[in-house]
Nanobody
Framework: QVQLVESGGGLVQAGGSLRLSCVVS????????KGWYRQAPGEQRELVAT???????SYAESAKGRFIISRDNTKSTVTLQMNSLKPEDTGTYYC?????????WGQGTQVTVSS
């Protein structure tokens, strides 16, 4: 059983920053990938950033240079620092864990960026 709980969403003005956190609990394998995904209203869920268990990161083009993903394996957390936010960053942000060919999702946290 794996559970992911996100926090840190909210309303922010364009140009501002938010920090999202996700606590992962349950049976976690040593090899895994953690990530953040975004889903805007009426749109498909899309990748924002991922980080492997050894710290290799990957970002969507829209997130490069503005967002930073990090993880603390001792606390089983993954964090997304979002800077220079734009209205198009608005959406529900989901934390995900990939391990043993399965993907687990959190319940999501809303991020709204006003112009």
């Amino acid at each position: 059983q794996v559970q992911l709980v996100e926090s840190g969403g909210g309303l922010v003005q364009a140009g501002g920053s938010l920090r999202l956190s996700c606590v992962v609990s349950g049976t976690i394998m040593s090899l895994n990938v953690k990530g953040w995904y975004r889903q805007a209203p009426g749109e498909q869920r899309e990748l924002v950033a991922t980080i492997t268990s050894v710290g290799v990161t990957s970002y969507a083009e829209s997130a490069k240079g503005r967002f930073i993903i990090s993880r603390d394996n001792t606390k089983s957390t993954v964090t997304l620092q979002m800077n220079s936010l734009k209205p198009e960053d608005t959406g529900t942000y989901y934390c995900a864990l990939d391990q043993e060919s399965r993907r687990y999702w959190g319940q999501g946290t809303q991020v709204t960026v006003s112009s």
